[in-house]
């Protein structure tokens, strides 16, 4: 089972809004393991990674499905993305 990289990697939010960046099936699939919660995006995020790393889909395929789960659990850092609760703390003009 070696990993397998990603294209492009994927950067999520982890702790209090520092940024963690995923390279390979391998970090994505731990990522999603360690992840707290039960969720149906969560359970498809680590399917896809096993089955990438068996090498049943394609690693980018596997992404994208790791992404889906990031982007439902708003911690995917997107270009110019600020943490999640920074954006809570921005204060506002009136």
Known sequence: ML??????PVRVWVGLGFPRQLNTVVDAYQFAIDWCGNSPEQKAAIR??????????????????????????????EDGAIPPDMRKARPTHV
């Open 48 to 77: 896809a990674c096993k089955a990438a790393l068996i090498g049943d889909i394609e690693a980018e395929t596997a992404r994208g499905v790791f992404v889906a789960f990031a982007r439902k659990k708003d911690i995917l850092i």
């Open 3 to 8: 990993s397998k990289p990603f294209e492009k």
